[in-house]
């Protein structure tokens, strides 16, 4: 009968095992202790699970320690150092080896098993005290990448995103666009009203980029009044070019009501495209904000500050 734990319809495993009758028995334990449609694949060394973990999703690893001469699953642990951050790791070791059991812990599995030592009840704990661990665990990694300001990612969440997407358009041989944003006039609300005001219309600032982009793409606030977006795919060759200019706009076209006072600001945007402009992805960052820098000098020296005001509502 099936671990009545779970609320998956189906798990991807990845099972290491040298030994061939373990790893069919093992399989099938899983099987029965799992939910319906739950897929089991197995690996039989380090590099084949290495290949495989790096090659597909899966939400949880069963690895053994002795993997035959020098291998062990403490290998593949290292040799990911958390890169596959959604997984969750379960350490196969012998009645000898908790030392090495615990070691697999301090690097990233969520529990372990001593092999032969467990029963099908013991298997199905095991598996769901994982999961929990894991789910756990992003969800801390989560809070701690997201501005609490504003909700969007933080720089530490949009300099992983970028390294992503960047390794998966080079890969895919697809376009990535990015922006950089800088709030233009946002010191003088700071300075004239206070944080209170100026957190409160960052909000709103960041609920009007969010708006001009696609649910694909990724914005994040990575400064105090500076934001950045990725755009996923562009669709033309003008794409990224065109959302930054829908952005600026949306930014200054109507004023910001804060309680009760008038505020409108104005923006500089800054955009590359990867391999357009630059193909090297450490550049695109600071081809995009070279440019925005350039904007908002072109800005200042054409209008000033005349593009910003703030002042107090009528009623």
């Known amino acids: 009968m099936p671990f009545m734990g779970f609320n998956e319809n189906s798990l991807r495993v990845l099972l290491t095992e040298t030994d061939q009758h373990y790893a069919d028995y093992l399989r099938q334990m899983i099987v029965e202790c799992c939910p319906q449609g739950t897929i089991v694949e197995h690996a039989t060394t380090t590099d084949g699970a290495l290949g495989m973990l790096q090659g597909k999703y899966y939400d949880l690893c069963f690895l053994e320690h002795d993997m035959g001469g020098e291998e ?40 372990y098993l001593i092999k032969d030592r467990f029963t099908k009840f013991e298997l199905a704990k095991c598996i769901s005290f994982s999961m929990y661990l894991k789910r756990r665990e992003i969800e801390l990694q989560k809070e701690a990448l997201r501005d609490s300001l504003t ?94 200019k829908k952005i600026e706009k949306s930014l200054s076209s109507e004023p910001y009501n804060i309680d009760g006072i008038v505020i409108k600001v104005s923006s500089s945007v800054g955009c590359a495209t990867l391999p357009d402009d630059v193909d090297d992805l450490d550049q695109l960052f600071c081809h995009a904000d070279k440019n925005m820098y350039k904007n908002k000098k072109f800005r200042k020296s054409k209008h000033g500050n005349a593009n910003y005001y703030i002042g107090q509502t009528i009623n």
């Open 72 to 111: 062990t699953g403490l290998d593949v642990l290292k040799h990911l150092r958390g890169s596959n951050a959604m997984t969750a790791f379960v350490f196969l070791t012998d009645h000898a080896s908790k030392e090495a059991a615990f070691e697999s812990m301090t690097l990233g599995a969520m529990d």
């Open 151 to 244: 909700g969007l990612g933080n720089k530490g969440l949009f300099e992983a995103q970028l390294k992503q997407s960047g390794e998966r358009a080079k890969r895919d041989k697809e376009k990535l666009g990015l922006l950089v944003i800088d709030v233009d006039g946002f010191k003088a609300v700071n300075d004239k009203y206070g944080h209170k005001v100026g957190d409160k219309l960052l909000q709103q600032i960041s609920e009007r980029i969010v708006g001009e982009t696609r649910a694909s793409d990724v914005v994040a606030r990575i400064g105090g009044d500076e934001f950045a977006a990725i755009i996923i795919k562009p669709k033309s060759i003008d794409h990224t070019e065109a959302t930054g």
